[in-house]
Nanobody
Framework: VQLQASGGGLVQAGGSLRLSCAAS?????????MGWFRQAPGKEREFVAG????????TYPDSVKGRFTISRDRAKNTVSLQMSSLKPEDTAVYYCAASRTSYAPTDSTQYSYWGQGTLVTVSS
């Protein structure tokens, strides 16, 4: 499965961005849990959002809860991350990933496939 992340860019603090992740493969991701992670320079990769295979369950860390919303379109094989009230500390490369299971754990080692990343820069 190849994942293609897009939608990153430069935004002012308080602004919004919508990231998208599309699967380019005959193999569907509709039965996989999906996650978004981010990695800032000099920092470890961190989990920012996860969604179960059917969209019924979503997970967020406290750092983004209430500001980020993950969603998916199983028919289109896509996953999105709507980010609002962005802060400079949200600046990072954002990655989408497909879980080994139908759910989206916070542990990055539980993900089999990764997109190439898209850079989000939030200016103060």
């Amino acid at each position: 499965v190849q994942l293609q992340a897009s939608g990153g860019g430069l935004v002012q603090a308080g602004g919004s961005l919508r990231l998208s992740c599309a699967a380019s493969s005959r193999r569907t991701i509709s039965n996989n849990g999906m996650g978004w992670f981010r990695q800032a320079p000099g920092k470890e990769r961190e989990f920012v959002a996860g969604i179960s295979w059917n969209g019924a369950s979503t997970t967020y860390p406290d750092s983004v809860k209430g500001r980020f919303t993950i969603s998916r379109d199983r028919a289109k094989n896509t996953v999105s991350l709507q980010m609002s009230s962005l802060k400079p500390e949200d600046t990072a490369v954002y990655y989408c990933a497909a879980s080994r299971t139908s759910y989206a754990p916070t542990d990055s080692t539980q993900y089999s496939y990764w997109g190439q990343g898209t850079l989000v820069t939030v200016s103060s």
